[in-house]
């Protein structure tokens, strides 16, 4: 028999973020996308896209104000 204990296949955080990336990248592999659909939480995938896009605004806006700077613009 396979016991496994309740929450056993909850995927963990590390997990999410690179669901969450493989989705934003479009290269997410269906028997991965179908157990975040089984086992992950909906909020969990929603704060983690959120943070995700925060970061990559902030780092667009620090390549951008890296290269004014460089370029002599104030």
Known sequence: MNHRPPGADKPSLLTIIGSALAAAFGVQSERKRLRDFQHGSPTTFVLVGIA???????????????????????
């Open 52 to 74: 995700m896009t925060v970061m990559l605004v902030l780092a667009i806006y620090l390549v951008v104000r890296v290269v004014l700077s460089a370029a002599g613009a104030s």
